[in-house]
């Protein structure tokens, strides 16, 4: 079993930044793909990055791309998400994931086997 934490959402201002954070523990996640997704009220969970621990390889949703930026700290067994420029349609729970097979490319919600619970993410223009 891998156990997610997430933790850095709040409510911002329209251009504001904030940095999520997801610590894992459990299992050695050297070989996991970790990722994040988002859910808005009435909405299907969407992908937003990616990230191969093993090689540090990232992936981002169209969407999201030169706004946010997914990263890892091996020694903090833990994954980022820089989320910069936020607007209002950025405002959902944010979700951290992870799968030791997926492919960093995989960005179905179904690819990954765990799941963090969740931090709001609220932007007001």
């Known amino acids: 079993q891998v156990q997610l934490v997430e933790s850095g959402g709040g409510s911002v201002q329209a251009g504001a930044s904030l940095r999520l954070s997801c610590a894992a523990s459990?299992?050695?996640?050297?070989?996991?793909?970790l990722a994040w997704f988002r859910q808005a009220p009435g909405k299907e969970r969407e992908f937003v990055a990616a990230?191969?621990?093993?090689?540090?390889?990232?992936y981002y949703a169209d969407i999201v791309k030169r706004r946010f930026t997914i990263s890892r700290d091996v020694t903090k067994n833990t994954v980022y998400l820089q989320m910069n420029s936020l607007k209002p349609e950025d405002t959902a729970v944010y979700y951290c994931?992870?799968?030791?097979?997926?492919?960093?490319?995989?960005?179905?919600?179904?690819?990954?086997?765990?799941w963090g619970q969740g931090t709001q993410v609220t932007v007001s223009s």
């Open positions: 994931a992870a799968d030791p097979v997926a492919n960093v490319q995989a960005k179905g919600a179904l690819a990954y086997d765990y």
């Open positions: 459990g299992r050695t996640i050297s070989s996991y793909t």
């Open positions: 990230i191969s621990w093993g090689t540090d390889s990232t």
